[in-house]
């Protein structure tokens, strides 16, 4: 399927596109058009500070057409092709889908922000007035691991080898809404052994401090954190607090469900095959997808 046909495909098949992206076909149409003005922005200034050599409009053409150009970019966030088959799909060099995806990237991590802290951040800078406004919820916290190539120093297999994974691993924290309807911050790239209430004091202090938070036995040793009954050595948990544990696990699926839509994405799944280096910004652009995906995106915007 090339690039035209895959583009035909989705407009007379747009229910599919969720399964094809990751997103929806409304959710593809706001996104394709964000982007493109941002991209034509971002040309427009390269061009006022260019010195041409040639005339303005020469030089060799794109083969693949802006919207052609998004889509390769999605098609791998979602499926994780080699470049190689990209190219092949999209009819274009396994270089040129490398640079595609590489370029496109730059400019949907500035659209896309991964979180409402980053978002705040980016366009008013008042987190303050969202701390206070927080307080109201009890917000539920969770991480999760991802593999990623073995490093070449062994100083640094050691920092990123994961015993509970037995692999070199990538650790991500994400702290939601407790209907699961907004990413309110995330923590990328972690090395796989920190451990889960070491992240979570990194991140502490963005948040008020009558904060309240709910999480994992992972997380016990915060009092903000409400966290699970953990059972006594050689003792059985009483009825209350196994009805209690149960209540919290019920409370907190929702972070598990907004991991597992992150994960719907394949590069945030299986073994990390870009540059470590990549690694922070591809992460973000996939939980402004997901935030997209869920609504919470298009309307902060």
Not at 60 to 80: C, D, F, G, N, S
Not at 81 to 110: M, R, Y
Not at 271 to 297: N, T
Request: glycine share 4%; with cysteine; aromatic share 8%.
């Amino acid at each position: 399927m090339v690039a035209s046909s895959l583009l035909e495909y989705i407009t007379s098949n747009p229910q599919e596109t969720k399964r094809l992206l990751g997103i929806d076909y409304q959710q593809l149409q706001w996104l394709i058009v964000e982007a493109e003005a941002l991209f034509n922005q971002s040309q427009a200034v390269e061009e006022e500070s260019k010195v041409r050599i040639i005339k303005k409009g020469g030089g060799r053409k794109p083969k693949l057409a802006v919207t052609e150009q998004i889509l390769l970019t999605l098609v791998y966030l979602h499926h994780m092709p080699t470049f190689q088959l990209l190219g092949v799909q999209f009819g274009v060099s396994e270089s040129t889908a490398h640079n595609i995806f590489h370029d496109w990237i730059k400019i949907l991590g500035e659209l896309l922000p991964p979180s409402l802290l980053e978002q705040v951040k980016k366009k008013s800078n008042n987190w303050e007035k969202y701390k206070e406004v927080l307080e109201q919820w009890i917000l539920v916290v969770d991480s999760s691991e991802q593999a990623r190539e073995r490093p070449t120093d062994y100083s640094n297999q050691k920092k990123y080898y994961s015993g509970k994974k037995k692999s070199h691993t990538l650790k991500n924290q994400f702290i939601i809404l407790p209907d699961g309807s907004e990413i309110v911050d995330v923590t990328i790239g972690k090395p796989g052994p920190s451990s889960d209430i070491n992240l979570f004091r990194e991140r502490r202090e963005k948040f008020a401090t009558s904060q309240k938070f709910k999480a994992d036995k992972g997380y016990i040793g915060e009092s903000q954190i409400e966290t699970p009954h953990k059972k006594p050595k050689l003792q059985e948990l009483s009825i209350d607090q196994k009805r209690e544990n149960k209540e919290i696990s019920t409370q907190r699926i929702v972070v598990e469900h907004i991991i597992r839509l992150v994960k719907i994405f394949r590069v945030a799944t299986e073994r990390f095959r870009l540059r470590p280096k990549h690694y922070d910004q591809v992460i973000q652009i996939v939980c402004g997808l997901v935030r997209l995906r869920i609504g919470a995106l298009m309307l902060a915007m």
